[in-house]
């Protein structure tokens, strides 16, 4: 069965602090992506990064990176130097053959960035 | 270009009314998903549209659902009769014909939040 676990509810921190949103998935097949979405206040899911199971290099843009690591089914998203503007709910999200490329979702997580 | 829309932004009725959802995809997005959040929990699939046809109605939580996609533009989720335990933000999304697998992204329009008294 496919699973996306986000543990995190909500996190809090003050402007300009490092934070870091854990994602842990589950699945059975060898070939999956990855996803992470934004969700502002505006309410609009925006898309943020796709990884594919093949590809285990760390990827960044400008102050977001991702770290996927497969041996933990980890896809972790770090945010440096948080700004005001970052403050959203954050959804991983899984879809492979064994979904039947349905996207499986997260319950998300909320963070809040204080100024 | 016109991202993913959807009307209305916030529909509040009572329970036992009915109720219609709209979705105007990109245009000539060929997948046509619909997605529910319900009470803060995850987000999860209802169904799938490859233009005017179902391709996956696995999600669809009972039959007082009924989505259609008339001449595979627009699509309309009814929910008829409502209970309270359909209040929840309803998504839709498009993505061209390739897929969230052949093109990485799945476009989400900003959710039809649904109230339920």
């Known amino acids: 069965a496919q699973k996306v676990t986000q543990a995190q509810t909500e996190i809090s921190v003050v402007e300009k602090e490092d934070v870091t949103l854990d994602c842990v998935y589950e699945?059975?097949?060898?070939?999956?992506?990855l996803f992470w979405y934004k969700q502002p206040p505006s309410g609009e899911l925006v898309f943020l990064i796709r990884r594919n199971s093949f590809d285990e290099q760390n990827e960044i843009s400008g102050r977001y990176s991702w770290n996927f690591q497969k041996s933990t089914s980890s896809f972790n998203f770090t945010i440096t130097a948080s700004q005001v503007v970052d403050s959203a709910v954050y959804f991983c999200a899984l879809i492979s053959t064994d979904s039947s490329y349905k996207l499986i979702f997260g319950s998300g997580t909320r963070l809040l960035v204080r100024p | 270009e016109a991202g993913v829309t959807q009307f209305p932004s916030h529909s509040v009725i009572e329970k036992g009314q009915t109720v219609t959802l709209r979705c105007d995809p990109i245009?000539?997005?060929?997948?046509l998903y619909w997605y529910r959040r319900v009470m803060g929990k995850e987000i999860k699939f209802l169904l799938h549209f490859v233009k005017e046809s179902k391709q996956d109605e696995s999600g669809m939580p009972n039959n007082r659902f009924l989505a259609e996609r008339t001449g595979g533009t627009y699509s309309t989720l009814k929910v008829q009769p409502a209970e309270l335990e359909d209040s929840g933000v309803y998504f839709c999304a498009s993505s061209p014909l390739a897929g969230v697998v052949g093109t990485g992204e799945l476009f989400f329009g900003e959710g039809s939040r649904l109230t339920v008294l």
């Open positions: 699945t059975r097949d060898t070939t999956y992506y």
């Open positions: 245009s000539g997005h060929d997948n």
